[in-house]
């Protein structure tokens, strides 16, 4: 059974810094694109950022300059670094993975993890 853990959030104010991780584990046999998504209170679930397994990126444009994104592909773990945060960054934060897997290949979602950002 594969599982994505988060870990990593929390409140912090206006300005700060929060280092989100999420660590793949089962029998996975290689993981492609990982990536992290936000969902807000009332809105849709949107990217944030993700990276293949080569280690290109992209952004969200609101992020772009703010947020970082960077995997270690031998512990099965993806990060988001996230500086300078806004109100407006609070959500729930979730990982993706696209992998291939013992019991099958596909898109796996984390249970997520709060982000919030006080003003």
């Known amino acids: 059974q594969v599982q994505l853990v988060e870990s990593g959030g929390g409140l912090v104010q206006a300005g700060g810094s929060l280092r989100l991780s999420c660590v793949a584990s089962g029998t996975i046999f290689s993981i492609n694109t990982m990536g992290w998504y936000r969902q807000a209170p009332g809105k849709q679930r949107e990217l944030v950022a993700r990276i293949t397994s080569g280690g290109s990126t992209n952004y969200e444009d609101s992020v772009k300059g703010r947020f970082t994104i960077s995997r270690d592909n031998a512990k099965s773990t993806v990060y988001l670094q996230m500086n300078s945060l806004k109100p407006e960054d609070t959500a729930v934060y979730y990982c993706?993975?696209?992998?291939?897997?013992?019991?099958?290949?596909?898109?796996?979602w984390g249970q997520g993890t709060q982000v919030t950002v006080s003003s």
């Open positions: 993706n993975a696209n992998l291939h897997a013992l019991l099958g290949g596909g898109n796996y």
